[in-house]
Every structure is written in structure tokens, then in C-alpha cells.
């Protein structure tokens, strides 16, 4: 109130609605722009809570994939073991290596077999209950 008294007499009442107006607009503007600060500095803080957020999440996600990969490593290795077998000692240098050696070739095979009957498929059993015995 006494300001508003120290306004009229100093400003005077023909330019005090003017300079009214004026404040109005100013105050407006202030309050836009203070409320323009405080959303950016609330976003700017959300902002920061979901980046803290996502690197939780993202360290949880990193030590979970290493669990599990640990525990398949180690289901795969017992798996492994049960099914291969044990590993056989090695042999000392000072005993001789028997190396495998290939089979002799089978002889060639000839036209007639064993039976005097000549052979049609080598490598083929030729069913003999087809054949008529004399």
C-alpha cells in the first residue's frame, strides 16, 4: 500500500497506468523466465537420474552375462569330461613308439571264387539260394 501512495506521488496519475502496465509485462516475463530455468534444471536432473539408472542397469547386465558365461564354461567343461575319456599317460622317450601300420592290400580278387563260381561284384555277398543245384 505504500508503496503503490510512493508510486503515484512520484510518478504522477496520468503516466502511473502507462508505467503499471509496463511492470505487468516486466513481471510476466521475469516469471516465464524463472519457470523456463527451474523446467530446464528439473530436466537436467531427470537427466541425470536416468543416466545413473542406465549405468546400474548396464553394470547389472555386464556382471549377470559374466555369471553366465562362467557357468556355461564350466557346464561345458564337466560335459566334456564325462564324455570323453580319460586322457591315456603318455609314453616315456626311451620306450619305442609302435607306429600303426596299414593293412596288406587284399589280393586282387580273381575271376572264379573259391567255389569254382565265378564272381559277378567283387566286394558284393552274392545270394546263393537264387541258384539251382545239379
Known amino acids: 500500500m505504500v508503496v503503490a501512495l510512493v508510486a503515484l506521488i512520484v510518478i504522477g496519475p496520468e503516466r502511473l497506468p502507462r508505467v ?40 547389472s547386465v555386464r556382471s549377470l552375462d559374466q555369471a553366465v558365461r562362467q557357468e556355461l ?12 575319456p580319460p586322457a591315456e599317460p603318455t609314453q616315456s622317450p626311451a620306450e619305442p613308439v609302435a607306429l600303426a601300420q596299414p593293412a596288406p592290400p587284399e589280393p586282387a580278387a580273381s575271376a572264379l571264387a573259391q567255389d569254382g563260381q565265378p564272381q559277378l561284384n567283387p566286394g558284393f555277398a552274392v545270394d546263393q539260394s537264387d541258384k539251382k543245384r545239379v
Open 20 to 59: 503499471a502496465r509496463m511492470a505487468g509485462h516486466l513481471l510476466g516475463r521475469l516469471q516465464r523466465y524463472v519457470s523456463d530455468v527451474k523446467a530446464d534444471i528439473n530436466r537436467e536432473i531427470q537427466l541425470e537420474e536416468l543416466q545413473k539408472a542406465q549405468r546400474d542397469i548396464h553394470d
Open 73 to 84: 564354461g564350466s557346464v561345458e567343461s564337466s560335459i566334456t569330461n564325462s564324455i570323453l
